[in-house]
């Protein structure tokens, strides 16, 4: 029987701001082993027994950082296919997607396991074990959800109510009091998000539970675009189809409503890293209880998670306080607060304050780029390009550049000239003149721009000819 | 009587780090205002009554720094002059130098006003009649002190005991139940720092007191470099004699020896701004009692001082922190634990962490520069030349330049060439090449500069001719 992955790479930036952003969501953080969480999920299921490919589910936005981030890991060579969403949806529509992709590409019998891409699991050997016993329930036509044995009385997550391998009901997030009963009871877990089931299954569920929903979905999945190649499949959703299908969990729209839902019970080490103090947590402590990454200067400090990168950060008489530097901006909160940060991040959003958004560096699927500064008339940005890679040919009517390649090579078309760039060369490109940067060697180009001119907005651009379709 | 304030322009930057640092010390730092405390003390010298010249004392390193913060705010044309120091010493040197330039220009009977430059005077009206009182005992001989009327028990503090004008005897920094007691009798003041005498009775009371002292600091006087000019003189103390001067404090030196010592107490607004809380009680606080400068977004915060610059600081659930932000390094502190700063500098001067010494902006004779980045091979600054300033003739063995005109004008010398490069144009300085930058201008001149090479050290440099006596 073959089981797919398929991974829900999504997710709002807010409870992990400001290292998560709108356009750098938490799947894309790095864990101190400079893993990201996406990464993870991709090596979880890719070391799943039989398991030859994976299918990801992802803002069309995300697309490039996220092949970036599997090609990193990636060297079993595991199958990378893609659907992607035109804008960020709830779970419901991303899973139709999927059982239709599924169904078409590999019949009805294809089994998928759902797995969220920012969610850890620290025991890898007992999650394959109820993986397996997952797909022989969903192998028999059970739509098989994953429960996790709760060891505190959490507020934070739904349960499942369980008589065994059967579910009794969903509930949602409970009152301490209640969290506190179900902990007690034994009979309740904690519900994961993960899922299996057989395409087949999930579509005649959908077909009873939510038909419109189904048919939605349907309708967008037949207007798409479709593209495949040696080892990949893609699917573009189409936008404005996509808009019609209901914005709705998979739980709310099937699950509970479902008659023949089963659970697998488990403890597999499960953690959906849902706040700073829960990442903070997987940093070792040293005796002061503190958990650092990082330059930190500590005087009498205790109890506390700093995470920062090239700044120095020194503190003196804290406890309990999470700090999370970022170049342009810092989150100081005190740790039994750390939900409050969602907050943060939408007041961030309602100001228009970029940094809800983006990072200072911005990732394009031809590499990077860092604004460095910026002044009146003027803006200078880093620009690393990935080997092979090419930016689009263009045209900017309000600024010209200089560039200087401090590391690799360019190759350069500038009006009707086409050059070679090498490292400690430059050359100007003048406002009006056509221009593309390309990558031809080995290794990265990182090159210096210094913007000139009147407007220097990133929509002064005109596309002539994009390798990723932007043009 | 001519009366000439004397600002002693130096200190470390422990206590107000990270904004204070070993080169950009307490005087320099800026108020909401946008005024520093150096340009606040010479104002308030500058304005009392028929003051014509004040002369600075000061670190060599600083001069350009504190003639341009003066340059800033001197519209009445006062003279400036200085004395430069080799390198930091304590109060008793710097005073010897003053008196015996004062006496060699103006005469014995010239009387000098002693400021601290970094300290806050409120009441400028009370502070002028205070020194007029000062000036008239200084006149008869004496050396007076100025004795701040108590309103708390400060421990943080020394005090003068009183009997009128009369100096009873000095305290050093009492303990708290001691400083109580102080408050309560009423006949004990806050030792200001400030001091006023004529240059005749200072060096009597140091032949007196100290005549070691007296000697070297004459010594080191008579071997030092003159210079003089329309509206100021200036002299560079000898470096190697200097060394020979007792390193110890006025007040150690004369005054708790001198029997003739007078103080006039006042209350005048004043401020030692001994620490961040120090700092952050000028600022007005909101509703919650927040002070901040800068862009912050508070949840349920309050009685914090936040001090940022561009970066957005966000912060949830925190009472009663210092939270001090600049480019390079981040201070979080608790706001009873300020006193505390000063052991987190002297670890980072210990650990040779740059940021005890250099902010990322660097202050030269010509402007400043700016470090935006560096990697494997290449660094990146922001060059800023002030009108009609120039750099060094100088080379570099193992770096080229790209230099970029991004507002303003340059006159470079690159090899045999002598160039203009304007706005939006662009040169570059090969490795070996002789080059000179130079700003013919009447605007600032700002340039982008990309350094390439396998060393990028600021000491790979040969000066040819330097108009700052650098090369």
């Keep these: 029987m073959k089981l797919i992955p398929v991974i829900l790479c999504g997710g709002s930036g807010s409870r992990l701001w400001p290292v998560s952003r709108e356009l750098h969501p938490k799947p894309f953080i790095r864990l101190a082993d400079g893993q990201s969480l996406v990464q993870k999920a991709f090596l979880r299921g890719a070391r799943l027994a039989g398991v030859t490919e994976i299918l ?34 709830n779970t419901a529509p991303a899973i139709a997607a999927a059982a239709l992709e599924a169904a078409r590409l590999h019949g009805e019998d294809a089994l998928l396991l759902v797995l969220p891409a920012d969610h850890l699991i620290a025991d890898e050997a007992a999650f394959a074990e109820a993986v397996s016993k997952a797909a022989r329930m969903a192998a028999e036509g059970r739509v098989v959800t994953f429960g996790i044995q709760p060891d505190t009385p959490e507020t934070g997550y739904g349960y499942i109510e369980a008589d065994g391998a059967q579910v009794v009901r ?17 009979n309740f877990l904690w519900n994961s998000g993960m899922f299996c089931f057989s395409a087949g299954t999930m579509l005649a569920e959908m077909e009873r539970h939510c038909p419109d929903l189904l048919a939605a979905a349907k309708s967008c999945y037949e207007q798409s675009r479709f593209a495949a190649g040696e080892g990949f499949t893609e699917v573009e959703l189409h936008a404005k189809s996509f808009g019609q299908v209901p914005d709705i969990s998979i739980d709310y729209a099937v699950m509970e409503k479902s008659g023949s839902m089963a659970v697998v019970p488990c403890t597999i080490g499960w953690n959906d890293i849902g706040s700073w103090s829960a990442l903070g947590d997987l940093v070792a402590p040293d005796a002061s209880g503190n958990r650092v990454e990082g330059q930190a200067l500590l005087h009498d400090v205790s109890n506390c998670y700093i995470r920062g990168g090239d700044r120095v950060i020194a503190a003196a008489g804290l406890d309990n306080l999470l700090i999370i530097d970022t170049p342009d901006a810092l989150l100081v909160v005190d740790r039994a607060r750390a939900q409050d940060v969602k907050h943060i991040y939408n007041r961030l959003k309602q100001d228009g304050n970029e940094t809800y958004k983006l990072h200072r560096t911005v990732h394009r699927p031809w590499g990077t780029y860092t604004v460095l500064g910026e002044g009146s008339q003027f803006k200078i940005k880093r620009i690393e390009v990935k080997p092979g890679a090419s930016l689009s040919l263009q045209m900017h009517h309000h600024r010209s550049e200089h560039w200087i390649v401090v590391s690799g090579m360019a190759r350069v078309v500038n009006g009707d000239n086409e050059l070679f760039v090498r490292t400690n060369e430059s050359t100007y490109i003048p406002a009006g003149h056509r221009h593309r940067l390309e990558n031809p060697g080995v290794l990265n180009l990182v090159m210096i721009e210094v913007q000139s001119g009147e407007y220097l907005g990133e929509d002064d651009i005109v596309r002539f000819q994009d390798i990723y379709g932007r043009s």
């Design 170 to 186: 969903f509930i949602e997030k409970p009152t301490l009091d209640k969290a506190q009963a179900y902990l007690d009871s034994g």
């Design 56 to 89: 990801t589910v992802t803002n069309r936005e995300l697309f490039f950082k996220t092949k970036d981030d599997y090609r990193e890991v990636n060297q079993a060579g595991i199958g990378t296919s893609f659907i992607l969403e035109p804008f960020a949806r």
